[in-house]
């Protein structure tokens, strides 16, 4: 293995069994390893980075699941022969990249989106809408309507802000179902996703070296890109009411965070919806600090129990939306609502970012919510997604896999699996029988959580979740040599 430093520069938040991942991976794509060469051993390697056995195993799991190398239990861990390497390049430009994007190769989001974009027969890792809920009719005759006119404002520039009319929609027809009534649309500013807006967010108020607080579990696209802004991550745990917080508050007294991430309603990954005493007491912390508060309402209108969002309680939280999970995420069309003077300064972010959001997935959005068909189809998704998570926690009654939060709403359940085992150990045997899942220490910037694993079940109906789950329980059971530390 190449010798230049094996001190990895990356922020705190990559897990270090990926920074001994992402290590490897590069000497073996730069040629500075050869096919067939011996790698160290786990003991060696443990050595070399001070870390325990299980992080190396976990890096040598992920290494042996891309298809990098093989193992043999007797002659130890060799280079695969390059036709296995995921990687259609072998070898790789050396231009240095500037360093919070140095680490970023393959990413946990990366395979996530791959995953999403592939058709696995039991795909509980990528977080999206069953494709059954898209309202393909409705689109089609919205497509059509917009180019029957044959305006060409279609295919014209939008403002940086997004399109009025969709703003207007957003304000009138979709911020009241979160118990928003008085969002004025010149504050909302329409993004390419949640996940711009998570961005134009962390640029806006992260400096390197901030605090940024968290959920831990939270959002895997959250924590990168905190981690990427220089921020320095607290994970708060989270129990069946939501984050803590009086561990909150003490975090926010000591360490004067720059920024309160949270999703209040049906959190990503675990499922839990903030109790209503624990909201007036992270709205209360967040003001007598002055420290901005992010909604994250990926799921918020999956809440069938009709939680309204934190947002409706306090002016200056700042809310983000998408239609990713409420329709389609093709579309890539979210939203940031905040108070007028920063919604301007977050435009002027996002203008030396993209311009703007493209126009014609937001007219199509547009004519959509005017339609008049969003409760209709609000309440069909509830109840198909409750079902499954339902269905889901049934067929794992008395399996080694166990969900840890009584997730009622939205798409995920959050699990942990028996003493001593990885869920990243098990990915590659559910891959080959079919079975995907996300695993846990991905939802954590401590890189901890290896032995949870988060399903996602919205993509399948109920019988599929059936002899998926069962499929994963019998994996598991099948797993005699389990990791241990
Ligand atoms: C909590 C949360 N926030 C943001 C996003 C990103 O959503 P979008 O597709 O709108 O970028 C996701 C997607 O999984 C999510 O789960």
Known sequence: MAKSGHTVQTPKAVPMYLQIYEKIRTDIETGAVSVGDSLPSERQLQKLYRVSRTTVQNAYDQLEAMGYVTRH??????????????????????????????????????????SASRDYTFDFEAGRPDIE??????????????????SRDVLLYSPTMGLPVLRQAISEILMPQRGIHDMPAENILITSGAMQAIDLIAKLFIEPNDMVVVAKPTFPGALQRFATQGARIVGIPVDSEGIDVDQLASVVRQRRPSLIYTQPTCQNPTGVTLSPARRERLLRIARDYN????????CGFLSSSNTQALRAQDD?????????????????????????????RLAGVKQVTDL??????????????TMGGLEEHLQRSRDVYRERLRTAVATLRCSHVVPVYPAEDGFYLFCSLPDGFAARALQQRGAERGVIFASGDAFSSDGDLQGHLRLCVSALPPASIRVGLRRLTQIVEEQRAPVTP
């Open 73 to 114: 239990a007797a002659r130890g861990t060799f280079v695969a022969t390059p036709p296995q390497w995921p990687s259609a390049v072998k070898r790789e430009a050396s231009f240095r990249c500037a360093r919070p994007w140095q680490w970023m190769h393959n990413t946990f989001l990366e395979d996530l989106m791959e």
């Open 291 to 298: 420290i901005p508060v992010v909604e994250d309402d990926a």
């Open 356 to 369: 703007h959001t493209g126009s014609i997935g937001q007219l199509l959005l547009e004519s959509w919510l």
């Open 133 to 150: 809920l898209f309202p393909l009719t409705d689109m089609q005759l919205a497509l059509e309507h917009l180019f029957s006119k044959k």
């Open 316 to 344: 200056d939280v700042l809310y983000v939306g998408t239609f990713s999970k409420l329709v389609a995420p093709g579309f890539r069309v979210g939203y940031v609502t905040a108070p007028a003077n920063i919604a301007r």
